[in-house]
Antibody, heavy 121, light 109 residues
Framework: EVQLVESGGGLVQPGGSLRLSCAAS????????MNWVRQAPGKGLEWVSY????????YYADSVKGRFTISRDNAKNSLYLQMNSLRVEDTAVYFC??????????????WGQGTLVTVSS | EIVLTQSPDFQSVTPKEKVTITCRAS??????LHWYQQKPDQSPKLLIK???QSFSGVPSRFSGSGSGTDFTLTINSLEAEDAATYYC???????????FGQGTKVEIK
């Protein structure tokens, strides 16, 4: 069974930092690309960042570029999101999502349960 | 950026009724359109991938159709457990260009 479990969320002051983790199990983590997606309270879904299976290719949303860093440790089956210079508008539930590629195309097929990040003074 | 516009934004439906949600793309995306269900305080769950392919374990009352710019999610014979917000997602290009629709909330009368 595919499982993605996020952790590391919490309350942080504006300008502060947090590191989110996503522990993967039930599949061969090293062969899958991964993403972070967030959802502000009562709002829709917003893609945050992507990382290839090897970690060699990375993309960020403009809203977090230069402040957030995505990484992975394939030996530990884990995905990370280092968030610096946090802003009030970064308040959201952060989900990790598995990136599945096939002959039909690509899709995010499994998501974790999410971890809440609250940026407030 | 490809913009996805869902309609309606909200729908109140009685059990066993048929529900139709549409997602229109601002440019052609082939079949690179997926549907997710999100219940309160839960993560999104994949229902339909590549416009019309059912994801593993999804009840048969959920179906998808369309290609190009116009797509439809249909829920036949709505059940109480289907109360949720439904999102479409397009994956026609590189991941940093993927976009979601704004969501359609389905409420049970």
């Amino acid at each position: 069974e595919v499982q993605l479990v996020e952790s590391g969320g919490g309350l942080v002051q504006p300008g502060g930092s947090l590191r989110l983790s996503c522990a993967a199990s039930g599949f061969t983590f090293t062969t899958y690309e991964m993403n972070w997606v967030r959802q502000a309270p009562g709002k829709g879904l917003e893609w945050v960042s992507y990382i290839s299976s090897s970690g060699s290719t990375i993309y960020y949303a403009d809203s977090v570029k230069g402040r957030f860093t995505i990484s992975r440790d394939n030996a530990k089956n884990s995905l990370y999101l280092q968030m610096n210079s946090l802003r009030v508008e970064d308040t959201a539930v952060y989900f990790c999502a598995r990136h599945y590629s096939s002959s039909s195309g690509v899709v995010w097929d499994y998501w974790g349960q999410g971890t809440l990040v609250t940026v407030s003074s | 950026e490809i913009v996805l516009t869902q309609s309606p934004d909200f729908q109140s439906v009685t059990p066993k009724e048929k529900v139709t949600i549409t997602c229109r793309a601002s440019q052609s995306i082939g079949s690179s359109l997926h549907w997710y269900q999100q219940k309160p305080d839960q993560s999104p769950k994949l229902l339909i991938k590549y416009a019309s392919q059912s994801f593993s374990g999804v009840p048969s009352r959920f179906s998808g159709s369309g290609s190009g710019t116009d797509f439809t999610l249909t829920i036949n014979s709505l059940e109480a457990e289907d109360a949720a917000t439904y999102y479409c997602l397009q994956s026609s290009s590189l991941p940093h260009l993927w976009t979601f629709g704004q969501g359609t909330k389905v409420e049970i009368k």
